[in-house]
Antibody
Framework: QVQLQESGPGLVKPSQTLSLICSVS??????????WAWIRQYPGKGLEWIGY???????YYNPSLKSRLIISLDTSKNQVSLNLNSVTAADTAVYYC????????????WGQGTLVTVSS | EIVLTQSPGTLSLSPGERATLSCRAS??????LAWYQQKPGQTPSLLVY???TRATGIPDRFSGSGSGTDFTLTITRLEPEDFAMYYC?????????FGGGTKVEIK
């Protein structure tokens, strides 16, 4: 059974880069058929899809974040990374990684999530 | 971007009652819609995909219906563990988007 676990700093200063890692266990991220996604949930509970990556390295990003965002894979460690630069307080959220079917992009399962606060 | 509007924002019901949650899309989704449940302090979990197919292990008191722009999630008899937030999500078009959620609370 695949499990996902997010990790990274809980506090990031404004204008800096938010960097998170999703460690995947129980399945290889190089097996086709799935995208590996990042989703965030704001303190007011709204959910936003950030983007996802296929094992080939193909990425799709939310246009609202595209200019600041890089999602990448480390296949040797079975990890997915998120880097979001030039952060502001509006980027404060719980960040989740999740698996998405390649053809039908619902999300299952999700990681436990990690809270990232942007503050000086 | 496809906008999903969920209603009502909050549903106050008693255990054993029927809950009807609505999700309306700004353009047709065919049946490319999923529902998630999020209990307090927990991660969202998949309930329904394809508008009406229950995910593995989801009890049959949960049912999804609809196509096009109007979708419904029905919980036939609320159990204590069903009081939670519910979100719909479309996967018809990128960017993938979520509704604002419906909170089902104990009356």
């Amino acid at each position: 059974q695949v499990q996902l676990q997010e990790s990274g700093p809980g506090l990031v200063k404004p204008s800096q880069t938010l960097s998170l890692i999703c460690s995947v266990s129980g399945d290889s991220i190089t097996i086709g058929g799935y995208y590996w996604a990042w989703i965030r949930q704001y303190p007011g509970k709204g959910l936003e899809w950030i983007g996802y990556i296929y094992y080939s390295g193909t990425t799709y990003y939310n246009p609202s974040l595209k200019s600041r965002l890089i999602i990448s894979l480390d296949t040797s460690k079975n990890q997915v990374s998120l880097n979001l630069n030039s952060v502001t307080a509006a980027d404060t959220a719980v960040y989740y990684c999740a698996r998405s079917d390649y053809y039908y992009n619902w999300f299952d399962p999700w990681g436990q999530g990690t809270l990232v606060t942007v503050s000086s | 971007e496809i906008v999903l509007t969920q209603s009502p924002g909050t549903l106050s019901l008693s255990p054993g009652e029927r809950a009807t949650l609505s999700c309306r899309a700004s353009q047709s989704l065919d049946t490319f819609l999923a529902w998630y449940q999020q209990k307090p302090g927990q991660t969202p979990s998949l309930l329904v995909y394809g508008a009406s197919t229950r995910a593995t292990g989801i009890p049959d008191r949960f049912s999804g219906s609809g196509s096009g722009t109007d979708f419904t999630l029905t919980i036939t008899r609320l159990e204590p563990e069903d009081f939670a937030m519910y979100y719909c999500q479309q996967y018809s078009n990128l960017p993938l988007t979520f509704g604002g959620g419906t909170k089902v609370e104990i009356k």
